[in-house]
């Protein structure tokens, strides 16, 4: 005999529930939801501080226009999924390498992690200044190569005064400061790795390059896919590294979306299109999460059988 479901006590915990989730809900609501919201009916509007008078009209999707037929907009645009690409591509593959150097036991292996990922911890700032001074016109780069022979010491070379080689600095940079970040996440996801499976493997007369690219890589797609996410999505988003390294410079050769943006928002006080310009680059970054996710067809709550 069934006891019937007691339906009093199903709303009493359920309203328990509710007010245990309701305080996260309203700070996710307050700091992400509304924000977007917000930014996007901004976006909307002709919202100049420039010229107060005009007040804030609606103009509907009159800023997104004026973005997509800007030829600034998309030079922005292309620089920055050039920088993402470059420089996520190599975090990725030096990531793993040093992960799985890092993965191996010797001694003194602590150090070395210590050492590995003392970049991460210098400021963005600090890290581009260093980069700065490295590249400058008499920096160490120039003086090294006028050292070797391939450089005339009178002539050197001015990294920050070509539009493609002022791009070496910037993407290095941030390779050597966001690299151990993609180590230490790619570490976590080989420890998860059951070691037995490399003990079978071996029994049965694999490889080390069958074991990588059987075991390893397979059951490291999840580690994979939150490292190409929050890379990505940091690296579209870039900012502070270009605007302390060449500004965007030479002329605006090498300006992020989030520079123009930053420029028309701040400089020009151009609110509503600023606005337009943050939902855009919303939207291209929640896009390419998805393509992450669907092309390598991975779900991160499920675990390797």
Do not use: C
């Not at 292309?78 to 420089?87: K, Q, Y």
């Amino acid at each position: 005999m069934h006891e019937r479901p007691n339906h009093s006590t199903e709303k009493r915990e359920a309203r328990l529930a509710w007010a245990f989730v309701l305080p996260a809900l309203s700070v996710v609501a307050l700091i992400a939801i509304f924000p977007l919201l917000w930014t996007f009916w901004e976006s909307l509007h002709v919202h100049d501080l420039r010229m107060p008078w005009r007040g804030n009209p609606f103009v509907g999707l009159e800023n997104y226009r004026e973005a997509f037929t800007e030829p600034r907009f998309w030079q922005a645009l292309g620089h920055t999924l050039f920088f993402t690409a470059i420089s996520v591509a190599l975090e990725v593959v030096l990531g793993l390498i040093l992960a799985l150097a890092l993965n191996r036991a010797y001694r003194g292996r602590g150090f070395v992690r210590v050492l590995v990922l003392l970049p991460w911890a210098i400021p963005t700032v600090v890290a581009a200044l260093l980069w700065r001074f490295i590249f400058e016109e008499r920096g160490i780069v120039n003086a090294a190569l006028i050292n070797a022979g391939a450089m005339d010491g009178a002539h050197p070379l001015v990294w920050f005064g070509h539009s493609l080689l002022a791009w070496t600095p910037v993407i290095l940079a941030d390779v050597w400061k966001t690299t151990p970040f993609v180590t230490l996440l790619l570490l976590a996801g080989l420890q998860n790795i059951d070691s037995t499976l490399y003990e079978a493997a071996r029994m049965d007369g694999a490889s080390p390059w069958m074991q990588f690219t059987n075991i390893t890589l397979p059951l490291l797609k999840p580690a994979l896919l939150v490292v190409l996410i929050f890379r990505t999505l940091d690296a579209f988003r870039v900012f502070d590294l270009i605007y302390v390294l060449t500004n965007g410079g030479p002329g605006t050769s090498t300006e992020p979306i989030a520079l123009y943006t930053f420029t028309r928002l701040m400089n020009n006080l151009r609110f509503g299109y600023g606005s337009a310009l943050s939902v855009i680059v919303f939207l291209v970054t929640f896009l390419l999460a998805v393509v992450y996710i669907r092309a390598l067809g991975v779900k991160l709550t499920e675990k390797p059988q």
